[in-house]
């Protein structure tokens, strides 16, 4: 069983940055592919970004691609999603995720954490 939880969410003007955190519970985090979806109100949940279990491997969604990032720390169990350049259609509900194996697919993973809030100003 894996627990995640989100943090890093807030309001931001747009042009700045923010840094997601996904703290997950567990020894088995590092076997884990990590994803970052989205949900903005009123629209279906949408696909950030994906790391492998060694973090070698990532995958950006095409439209954020240059401006998102995701990285992982296996000591300290956790995922980051780097935001800059954010704009207001960024606003959204942030979920971290993890399964076995990573996709863009929201189907690919088991477990969900409970979402954090980032709100983009114009």
């Known amino acids: 069983q894996v627990q995640l939880v989100e943090s890093g969410g807030g309001l931001v003007q747009a042009g700045g940055s923010l840094r997601l955190s996904c703290a997950a519970s567990g020894r088995t985090f590092s076997s884990y592919a990590m994803g970052w979806f989205r949900q903005a109100p009123g629209k279906e949940r949408e696909f950030v970004a994906t790391?492998?279990?060694?973090?070698?491997?990532?995958y950006i969604a095409d439209s954020l691609k240059g401006r998102f990032t995701i990285s992982r720390d296996s000591a300290k169990n956790t995922v980051f999603l780097q935001m800059n350049s954010l704009k207001p259609e960024d606003t959204a509900v942030y979920y971290c995720a993890g399964g076995q194996f990573g996709s863009s697919s929201s189907t690919t993973y088991n477990y969900w954490g409970q979402g954090t809030q980032v709100t983009v100003s114009s």
């Open positions: 790391i492998s279990g060694g973090g070698r491997s990532t």
